[in-house]
């Protein structure tokens, strides 16, 4: 166990829609980061939020957004769903956004139809 | 060429036998390095970090870094079926907690 919590763990959307996924962060951990693992492949980094500013943003359209809370829960939003969205989405959050340990929850699973 | 090269198997060995799996890297300006297990359906597991060139070993799992090659490795000894999952390689840079991530190498330890 991690400590890093996701919700919900599986969703259905249909296309156009929008949907907020959201994470709470292991405690003493100040940065957190989304990723988007499609079947088959490694997890690709969307952005990273360090003091509720992003911090980083990896190639992904602007309909890709997020926040990060004060007590550094945070949640991503993504607008105007589309079939190719459809993948596991994970949180990680680190000690240190100087290195990459991250620790990842079990991730929010959508399927966009 | 993709940033992070791993063959995605999947590899299959007997139970007890020694593991090696491997990832290969372009970018020189990566510094840091990670093994990540993944079971089914769930969160990639940090398993190993690594900074900069050399061996770290944590019980079963030895973690090394060759910066020279650009390749990475981790070796499992004594694997157990409880191993079978995927293995994620991922790097960055110093300075950053960005990931770039392999694909994932599956693996399947029969008993």
């Known amino acids: 166990e991690t400590g890093v919590t996701q919700s919900p763990t599986h969703l259905i959307k249909t296309r156009g829609q929008q949907v907020t996924l959201r994470c709470s962060s292991q405690s003493g951990h100040n940065t957190v980061s989304w990723y988007q693992q499609a079947l088959g492949q490694g997890p690709q980094f969307i952005f990273q939020y360090y003091r509720e500013e992003e911090n980083g943003r990896g190639n992904f359209p602007p309909r890709f957004s997020g926040l990060q809370f004060p007590n550094y829960s945070s949640e991503l939003n993504v607008n105007a769903l589309e079939l190719d969205d459809s993948a596991l989405y994970l949180c990680?959050?680190?000690?240190?956004?100087?290195?990459?340990?991250?620790?990842f929850g079990e991730g929010s699973r959508l399927t966009v139809l | 060429q993709k940033e992070v090269e791993q063959d995605p198997g999947p590899l299959s060995v007997p139970e007890g036998a020694i593991v090696s799996l491997n990832c290969t890297y372009s970018n020189s300006a990566f510094q840091y390095f990670m093994w990540y297990r993944q079971y089914s359906r769930k969160g990639p597991e940090l398993l190993m970090y690594t900074y900069s060139s050399g061996n770290k070993e944590d019980g079963r799992f030895t973690a090394q870094v060759d910066k020279s090659s650009k390749y990475i490795s981790l070796f499992i000894r004594d694997s157990q079926p409880s191993d079978s999952a995927t293995y994620l390689c991922?790097?960055?840079?110093?300075?950053?907690?960005?990931?770039?991530f392999g694909k994932g190498t599956m693996l399947l330890v029969s008993p």
């Open positions: 990680a959050t680190g000690r240190d956004r100087a290195t990459g340990e991250l620790f």
């Open positions: 991922a790097m960055g840079h110093s300075g950053y907690s960005t990931l770039t």
